[in-house]
């Protein structure tokens, strides 16, 4: 069988997000995920969150082997995963009740963190809530040396990536109609942030 790609830090996470989801998430909600990456999340919260409908998407090179993961798992409430790359538009036909990514503002350009929040305020339905985790920057400074270790690290991979500016995002959800809720800190430096949109 193909040994599928396999991530340590989801590994790592996937209960500490869990249990923030359970607190925003409800019976019958409409997740989709942004950037599934390995499936690993995807494949977690659908078989702990039975009651809802997780679909995941990643770029067209990526949702093959995150399909891959996704089949394997068998789950009812987790269909084969949606080609979606946040800088086409339209994303798709969803309109999710919820929208959970985790690990992907860093990895993309901001213009495709732009086109991310200019496309969540498109298709998330009113009142849905948007779920982000990863690192962020307050007021210009890293929340750990470690931190801007791995901005330093992202950049000489891919100049036009990096730790995003929590206050940025903030503006960017703003104009998606989005209105800020919670900031989880959690283990590894990282942040979950929980936004509700407008009714
Ligand atoms: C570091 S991985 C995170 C994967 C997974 N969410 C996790 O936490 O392990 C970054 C993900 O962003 C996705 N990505 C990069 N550019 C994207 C874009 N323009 N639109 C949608 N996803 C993108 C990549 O394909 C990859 O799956």
Redesign the pocket.
């Known amino acids: 069988m193909l040994e599928l790609p396999f991530?340590q830090?989801?590994e790592n996470?996937k209960q500490v997000i869990l249990e923030i989801l359970k607190r925003h998430l409800k019976k019958g909600d409409q997740v989709l995920?942004?950037?599934?990456?390995?499936g690993?999340?995807a494949v977690h919260f659908a078989a702990n969150l039975p009651n809802l409908h997780w679909q995941s998407?990643?770029?067209p090179?990526?949702v093959s082997i995150?399909n891959l993961r996704l089949a394997r798992a068998k789950l009812a409430n987790l269909p084969a995963a949606l080609t979606?790359?946040?800088?086409n538009s339209p994303w798709s036909n969803h309109r999710p009740t919820a929208i959970f990514?985790?690990?992907?503002l860093h990895?993309?350009s901001a213009d495709?963190v732009e086109?991310?929040f200019t496309g969540i305020g498109e298709v998330l339905q009113a009142n849905g809530t948007l779920l982000v985790?990863g690192p962020f920057k307050y007021v210009g400074e890293f929340t750990t040396a470690s931190n801007a270790d791995f901005d330093r690290w992202l950049k000489d991979k891919d100049p036009l990536s990096g730790v995003r500016d929590f206050e940025w995002i903030s503006d960017l959800a703003a104009k998606a109609n989005l209105t800020f809720i919670e900031d989880n800190p959690m283990p590894a430096n990282n942040q979950l942030l929980v936004w509700k949109k407008a009714r």
Do not use: K, P
């Open positions: 991530s830090a989801s996470n995920e942004l950037a599934g990456g390995t690993q999340h998407s990643d770029i090179s990526n995150l979606i790359d946040v800088n990514s985790a690990n992907s990895i993309m495709s086109n991310f985790y």
